[in-house]
């Protein structure tokens, strides 16, 4: 049980000898209501929580204790994570404009319905009551315009797609072409 909470074999000794002596100067408070094993489990359970509590103001080491290897290591990914941070800042406000360019390409409406539910959570009623429409038109014109915009990235993408094929196409085209004018 120990083993669940900690990774140091010498704090899983500790806790597991604690464990044994509470069980054992406690044993003539086990009622026997329920099973031996849950009371056990219960004494393990609160003595590694109470070892952890106790522990949570000591720190174990401290940037100081590290080697100048262990250094670099968390230097580089220090490093790594910021620029992975970065692109991934990038990426979200890429894909946010995207998703802006393609809902103005919904009615007024649609785009409105669509902001709404799934932009700012809002639920069919509360859209219902902020619009006067039924819970029912509100749903009918998110499930329309969340089509719409899946057909219009559908769209966009077949064109990437098209144009991908074109210039690989186009590539391999000219390579052939130049070896049938040398034949």
Avoid at 35 to 54: D, K, P
Avoid at 96 to 112: G, H, I, V
Avoid at 138 to 160: I, N, P, Q, T, W
Wanted: proline share 1%; glycine share 8%.
């Amino acid at each position: 049980m120990a083993g669940r909470f900690f990774r140091q074999r010498s704090l899983v000794e500790e806790a597991a000898q604690e464990v044994f002596l509470k069980a054992f100067t406690q044993l003539g408070s086990y009622e026997g209501r329920g099973s031996m094993e849950g009371w056990l489990t219960r004494i393990a359970t609160n003595t590694c929580l109470n070892i952890l509590r106790a522990a949570k103001g000591r720190t174990e080491f401290t940037v100081s204790d590290l080697t100048e290897d262990e250094n670099n290591w968390l230097d580089e990914k220090l490093s790594d994570v910021s620029s992975q941070l970065h692109r991934s800042a990038e990426r979200r406000f890429v894909a946010a404009d995207l998703a802006n360019r393609l809902l103005e390409t919904l009615s007024p409406e649609d785009r409105l319905t669509l902001t709404l539910i799934d932009g700012e959570d809002a639920s069919v009623k509360e859209v219902a009551e902020m619009t006067g429409w039924s819970e029912s038109k509100v749903k009918v014109r998110a499930f329309r315009a969340r089509k719409k915009v899946r057909e219009a990235m559908e769209k966009l993408l077949s064109r990437r797609g098209a144009k991908l094929e074109l210039a690989s196409g186009s590539a391999s085209g000219s390579a052939s072409g130049s070896e049938s004018a040398g034949e």
